[in-house]
């Protein structure tokens, strides 16, 4: 439900929207909170951050709702997410006692049963307290077969940079001289339990306008760093890091394969030999998804026919092709189809086991669920998985050394459980479900359909109560994220059901183009220029609302983060007449100078680029920064952002803030220190926003 991967009452029955004119562009005074870390940028966030405490943070209902929070985000009967190792299952928890959180193992069997013994093999809590550091925890890279030595990853308060420290899992400690990279944005891969192949920041020259990585080393154990061996460079000017990747299978083979993204959308995919990199002639919007049986798995985001060929294979699909011909001839492939899009529905996840591979699609954004053999022939046969309907469906963990794996379902409203699979017999069991964690009883799930300004069909989901009176006062939160062809589907949160839903709230989730809940197409729908699109689609969803009279204006609210933020933004410049309430989260909001800010030259291909006299003019009629207006009333947003995100950046929120204090508009504003590209680096921070949200909400849709 909750997006880590969120004025009179109007009732008409119909609103004409239409994006803002580009005004005479503003003059861009609010640099200087550019400046991060600065002490006047710092000294006014903390003005901002006091001026809002000492209004939301008063009220008498922020101590209930924080407390609420917390207690549901440290509950002991959430379930434990199981990472399959062989016969042990890990998992990373957190709690009242352990708010960094803690890494513990157990087996298969026992973690089947009620209450599993779990054993700790890594305390993060511990190792901050040692390290005199805030460590946000950011998962491991291990060694196949066996994954005893991994890679842990560190983060300092949540950024993207970390620092790996080479760990065994069997004894549970650091290995002592073995592999350290310091803090950086970087990747890693395994060649051998000696021999890593690094990207990362290895001084001048070797990262891109967008702040990653772009050349890629071989390093050996006892080897000093500066005297790793170059083995691939992307450019300075591609969009997302370089990066190797060794893939294993189990029948014994292996595969090393280097990348590098020159557009955020774009893959170049090349072989590692002993005479170096050999590019493999992949479509460009291609996406490696693993190996199995000597056969490297792909999906496409773009019509393909391979070079040589003449079989056009279907944006949507999930192909495979031989590794050895591969070797033999990287230039020309002979593809197998193993999906095939329709229609109505395309596909969401792709993992393997051992011996077979796993799919989830998206039937009109319904969870579906396969299981694939590859036949003697070199042909591909499907057995549907039976899971219910109505359910979000995910592939939470597949096992390298058999055909066990894990999926995940929840809804909205159904508590999140999950099944235990074996792939060979295409059969599921229950293997947990989480209780429920707030009272659902009075509520209901509908899907809607509204129209977009071009005429467009956008599905959205409904979470309301059973009994709800269509007289347009119901307190209504409409949430998307619309880009990067990220799909939103139901999914259970005990935040919002027990702080939104519960106090008799309904809950909105619009499935608009940018998605990837109808395919890539549905996203190229709102690329660049055309990404008018999915603010229509969004605003198109509010009008169905109010025209439904499920909600009015007055009680309607709306939250997006990151992208979603963005969307926020433009909503609120362009329709402010529709809202009462606005989340924006994490945003980006100066669309003008966004590929100077942080992370952001490397989204160019999803907004375009100020190079561009077409793209420019565009972002310049949709950038919420530039398109504030003194004479307009605005609803009073709320602005979230984090002084260590360093993807996005705290910049786009504190600017836009301040441009809203100089026309002397209303807003609370809040930046917490940690928390990365989140809401908070632990679960006591995250339950403080959480009250400062739903605060925030309860003032503006429900008093």
Do not use: S
């Given at each position: 439900m909750r997006q880590s991967n969120r004025i009179a009452a109007i009732l008409l029955a119909t609103v004409i929207f239409a994006p803002a004119q580009a005004p005479p562009e503003q003059t861009d005074k609010y640099q200087w909170l550019e400046d991060v870390s600065g002490d006047r940028s710092l000294a006014w966030v903390r003005a901002e951050n006091e001026r809002t405490a000492k209004v939301l943070e008063a009220d008498p209902r922020f101590a209930v709702l924080q407390a609420t929070a917390l207690k549901v985000a440290e509950s002991p009967d959430r379930l434990a997410i199981p990472a399959l190792n062989g016969d042990q299952v890990y998992n990373t928890w957190r709690d009242a006692d352990h708010v960094r959180g803690i890494l513990r193992r157990t087996s298969v069997a026992d973690y089947l049963t009620a209450q599993p013994h779990w054993q700790t093999v890594l305390d993060y809590d511990a190792l901050a307290k040692q390290d005199n550091q805030k460590w946000v925890q950011k998962g491991r890279v291990c060694l196949y077969p066996g994954n005893e030595l991994c890679l842990v990853a560190l983060s300092a308060g949540g950024e993207d940079a970390l620092t790996l420290r080479e760990f065994n899992l069997n004894t549970g400690k650091f290995v002592e001289g073995g592999f350290q990279l310091p803090h950086s944005k970087q990747s890693v891969s395994w060649v051998d339990k000696d021999t890593l192949l690094v990207s990362r920041d290895w001084g001048p020259g070797t990262m891109t306008k967008s702040g990653y990585p772009f050349v890629v080393k071989l390093w050996k154990r006892g080897q000093p760093l500066d005297q790793a061996k170059e083995v691939f460079r992307g450019a300075e000017t591609d969009a997302l890091a370089a990066a190797a990747v060794t893939l294993h299978d189990g029948d014994g083979n292996r595969v090393t394969l280097l990348r590098r993204g020159p557009s955020f959308f774009e893959r170049e995919l090349s072989l590692l030999t002993p005479g170096g990199p050999k590019r493999i002639a992949l479509p460009p919007k291609s996406s490696l998804e693993g190996l199995i049986h000597g056969q490297i798995v792909v999906s496409l985001d773009e019509d393909w026919t391979p070079e040589g060929g003449t079989a056009k294979f279907a944006q949507g699909a999930v192909v495979s092709f031989a590794l050895e011909a591969v070797k033999a001839d990287p230039l020309h492939l002979k593809p197998v189809v193993i999906f095939a899009p329709t229609a109505t529905e395309f596909a969401?996840?792709?993992?393997?086991?051992?011996?077979?591979?796993?799919?989830?699609?998206?039937?009109?954004?319904?969870?579906r669920a396969y299981s694939y053999t590859l036949d003697a022939n070199g042909a591909w046969t499907k057995k549907k998985l039976d899971v219910p309907d109505n359910q979000t469906v995910s592939i939470v963990s597949t096992n390298w050394s058999d055909d066990r794996f894990f999926l995940s379902l929840d809804g909205f409203l159904t508590p999140p459980s999950l099944l235990l699979g074996d792939a060979a017999a295409g059969t599921l069991h229950q293997a947990k479900t989480m209780p429920p964690r707030f009272n659902a009883s009075g509520d209901v799930v509908e899907q809607l359909t509204a129209v977009s300004k071009d005429g467009t069909k956008v599905p959205y989901f409904v979470v309301r109560p059973k009994a709800l009176r269509y007289d347009g006062t119901s307190p209504t939160l409409l949430t998307a994220y619309g880009g990067f062809q990220i799909s939103e589907t139901p999914s259970y949160s005990p935040i919002d059901g027990k702080l939104w839903l519960e106090r008799g709230g309904v809950f909105v989730l619009a499935n608009i183009r940018g998605g990837g809940e109808f395919g890539p197409a549905w996203h190229e729908a709102g690329l660049k220029t055309h990404r008018q699109h999915i603010y229509d689609d969004f605003a198109a969803v509010a009008q169905d609302l109010v025209t439904r009279r499920i909600t009015s204006p007055r009680h309607l609210g709306i939250r997006g983060g990151s992208n979603g933020g963005l969307l926020m933004g433009v909503e609120m410049t362009q329709h402010p007449e529709m809202w009462n309430a606005i989340e924006i989260m994490v945003p980006l909001l100066d669309m003008l100078r966004f590929e100077h800010i942080a992370a952001g030259a490397s989204w160019v291909g999803e907004y375009g680029s100020v190079s561009v006299p077409e793209e420019r003019a565009f972002l310049a009629s949709i950038s919420p920064y530039n398109q504030l207006k003194p004479d307009v009333n605005y609803p009073?947003?709320?602005?979230?952002?984090?002084?260590?995100?360093?993807?996005?950046?705290?910049?786009?929120?504190?600017?836009?803030?301040?441009?809203m204090e100089e026309f002397k508009k209303p807003f609370f504003y809040e930046e917490i220190i940690e928390g990365g590209h989140d809401i908070g680096a632990d679960l006591k921070e995250q339950a403080k926003t959480y009250a400062i949200e739903y605060t925030y909400l309860t003032r503006k849709l429900m008093d």
């Open positions: 969401a996840g792709v993992a393997t086991t051992k011996n077979h591979l796993l799919l989830t699609t998206l039937e009109n954004v319904q969870g009073e947003p709320l602005i979230f952002t984090t002084t260590k995100d360093d993807r996005v950046g705290p910049v786009h929120a504190r600017k836009f803030a301040a441009r």
